[in-house]
């Protein structure tokens, strides 16, 4: 089977430009906003399976982070608070019912598309540099994205470098919600045996993690909800996790091997259409308990990649 190219159309919405690709058979397709570099819709065999930003209210603010890059840290900062080499540091509170940061920053620098290929495959990269100017994260950093999306499964590779003189604490992360485009409830659902992050009343680590099996074969998801991290210490590439009906399976999966993409965030929005499968490089409140934490000298880098396939059954 050849590698499909792709035709690109330019949709404006709301003051904001949307990058359309379109394979040649239609069955392949992708929609991200320019300036943002997130994913508003991608399909795999002729079908969304991605519920991306495409509202006027979630292009000018996202309140669910829909595909969203969370960085500096992924999931929450206890009371917004960290401190790094002697210094301490308070980021904004935004998560008003537990008080504290959530999701790191959304950086105002735009995203620069600095590579397009559409034939034989899509390949996109972008970067965007921030410039330390916040007095809660004064680290400059360029973090850079390539897309690369074919037949078989569109893979997303994330990269972050430190651009200052000195030492800088990264976490990384990325919050995309799956569908197929009916009830959660009525899919299938697997996530392999693994270790299951104890939280408090405010989703914030207890150090505590128990063996979670609950889902190691396919089940049916029912009235389950998810807002949970899960720790995959396995030593393989890659690890997945699959959502499946009756005709479809979705397998998201995450890099895993020497401390990239070892967390997972799954939760479950209240509208139940869909599942947010969220690749973390680090535990939650790691900018205080230090798990999976890591610590970039000036001019290193830190990389991982994820992906989602889909296929028929």
């Given at each position: 089977?050849?590698?499909?190219?792709?035709?690109?159309?330019?949709?404006?919405?709301?003051?904001?430009?949307?990058?359309?690709?379109?394979?040649?058979?239609?069955?392949?397709?992708?929609?991200?906003?320019?300036?943002?570099?997130?994913?508003?819709?991608?399909?795999?065999?002729?079908?969304?399976?991605?519920?991306?930003?495409?509202?006027?209210?979630?292009?000018?603010?996202?309140?669910?982070?829909?595909?969203?890059?969370?960085?500096?840290?992924?999931?929450?900062?206890?009371?917004?608070?960290?401190?790094?080499?002697?210094?301490?540091?308070?980021?904004?509170?935004?998560?008003?019912?537990?008080?504290n940061a959530l999701h790191g920053f959304k950086i105002k620098a735009p995203f620069k598309l600095v590579e397009e290929t559409a034939n034989g495959g899509l390949r996109l990269s972008f970067e965007q540099a921030y410039d330390g100017a916040e007095d809660y994260f004064?680290?400059?950093?360029?973090?850079?994205?390539?897309?690369?999306?074919?037949?078989?499964?569109?893979?997303?590779?994330?990269?972050?470098?430190?651009?200052?003189?000195?030492?800088?604490?990264?976490?990384?992360?990325?919050?995309?919600?799956?569908?197929?485009?009916?009830?959660?409830?009525?899919?299938?659902?697997?996530?392999?045996?693994?270790?299951?992050?104890?939280?408090?009343?405010?989703?914030?680590?207890?150090?505590?993690?128990?063996?979670?099996?609950?889902?190691?074969?396919?089940?049916?998801?029912?009235?389950?909800?998810?807002?949970?991290?899960?720790?995959?210490?396995?030593?393989?590439?890659?690890?997945?996790?699959?959502?499946?009906?009756?005709?479809?399976?979705?397998?998201?999966?995450?890099?895993?091997?020497?401390?990239?993409?070892?967390?997972?965030?799954?939760?479950?929005?209240?509208?139940?259409?869909?599942?947010?499968?969220?690749?973390?490089?680090?535990?939650?409140?790691?900018?205080?308990?230090?798990?999976?934490?890591?610590?970039?000298?000036?001019?290193?880098?830190?990389?991982?990649?994820?992906?989602?396939?889909?296929?028929?059954?």
């Amino acid at each position: 089977m050849s590698s499909p190219s792709f035709k690109k159309t330019i949709l404006e919405q709301n003051g904001h430009n949307i990058l359309s690709y379109q394979s040649d058979d239609g069955t392949i397709g992708l929609d991200i906003i320019e300036e943002s570099a997130l994913i508003a819709d991608l399909k795999l065999r002729g079908r969304s399976i991605l519920i991306g930003p495409k509202s006027d209210e979630d292009l000018d603010s996202n309140p669910s982070y829909k595909s969203s890059y969370l960085l500096p840290f992924p999931n929450r900062l206890k009371e917004g608070k960290y401190s790094f080499e002697e210094k301490e540091y308070q980021f904004p509170i935004n998560d008003s019912v537990g008080n504290n940061a959530l999701h790191g920053f959304k950086i105002k620098a735009p995203f620069k598309l600095v590579e397009e290929t559409a034939n034989g495959g899509l390949r996109l990269s972008f970067e965007q540099a921030y410039d330390g100017a916040e007095d809660y994260f004064p680290f400059p950093f360029k973090f850079s994205l390539v897309i690369n999306i074919d037949r078989l499964k569109c893979e997303i590779n994330m990269q972050v470098q430190n651009m200052g003189t000195g030492n800088m604490p990264i976490g990384l992360g990325w919050h995309p919600y799956f569908t197929l485009k009916q009830s959660i409830e009525d899919c299938q659902l697997c996530i392999p045996k693994c270790k299951k992050v104890a939280l408090d009343d405010k989703l914030l680590p207890t150090g505590k993690k128990t063996l979670y099996n609950d889902f190691a074969k396919p089940k049916k998801i029912g009235k389950e909800k998810f807002n949970n991290a899960f720790l995959f210490e396995k030593d393989a590439d890659f690890t997945s996790v699959t959502l499946e009906n009756e005709d479809l399976k979705l397998r998201y999966y995450q890099e895993t091997r020497d401390s990239k993409f070892n967390y997972l965030q799954v939760y479950t929005p209240d509208d139940r259409t869909s599942i947010a499968f969220e690749p973390m490089s680090c535990n939650i409140d790691a900018f205080n308990n230090k798990e999976g934490l890591r610590v970039l000298a000036p001019g290193k880098r830190f990389k991982a990649r994820c992906g989602v396939a889909l296929t028929k059954k």
